[in-house]
């Protein structure tokens, strides 16, 4: 490729990740991470979430960002965004249909706070729609190579949007349920003694078909990078000559 068309290609793919990435603090989900000081296998299991929440993305491999990834993540983000916007329509639809007296009553501060929760949603969600459509105008001034790729990922991510009464099943692929456990629960996790411990806990909390069996969450631990410390056998006593 031309070396002008490539320095504008990467500006190009720069610009809008750097934009995409601005929006997750206008997210309104609360991050529970620990960010640069947490354990080295966390960073591990974001990595591991976000693939398998992103398929189309195309995430495995070399990290350099391409057309297609870019169009796979923006894709798949937008599909979401939609689910979560019909979760909510149908969720006020069905508080509609119930009457006054069967509702719990709300404090005021509980009130406020859902309010200021659908706000911070609202305007996410515009957010990401406004950045969506800057995306889709702007591809088709790039190669037909480059406008292809993008066009091909976004539209196949977008297709996967989740269904109205999805749940952790419907995302991403069956491991999905243990790495979004462990996000959530990472400090629980990590206090762990060992994988037999941490099996147990995920049959306890997301059932025993998403688990599998030991030897799965084992592999598991392995991929991600969290070891448990052995238990080691005693040392031996040194043989100490008793005077005579």
Known sequence: MDAKLERNRRRWLNRFAAEFRRLEGLAPVRNMLPGENGPTWLGNVQ?????????????????????????????HQCANAVWMMEVFAKMIHQAEQ?????????????????????????????ALRHLAGRVLKSVVYQSYEDMSAFLLAYSNAFNRKPKVTAGLGDFGNTTFAIYHFMLINWRVVDRLDSVSSLHELLRKHIGEYRTGDLKRVEKICQRIGLHYRKPGRPKRPRNIQTPS
């Open 47 to 75: 990595s591991e979430y976000v693939r398998a929440t992103h398929p189309a993305a195309d995430l495995v491999g070399a990290k350099e960002l391409t057309p297609a990834r870019l169009g796979g993540l923006l894709g």
């Open 98 to 126: 119930t009457e006054e007296s069967n509702l719990p009553a709300l404090a005021a501060a509980d009130l406020d706070k859902a309010n200021e929760t659908w706000r911070k949603f609202n305007e996410w969600y515009t």
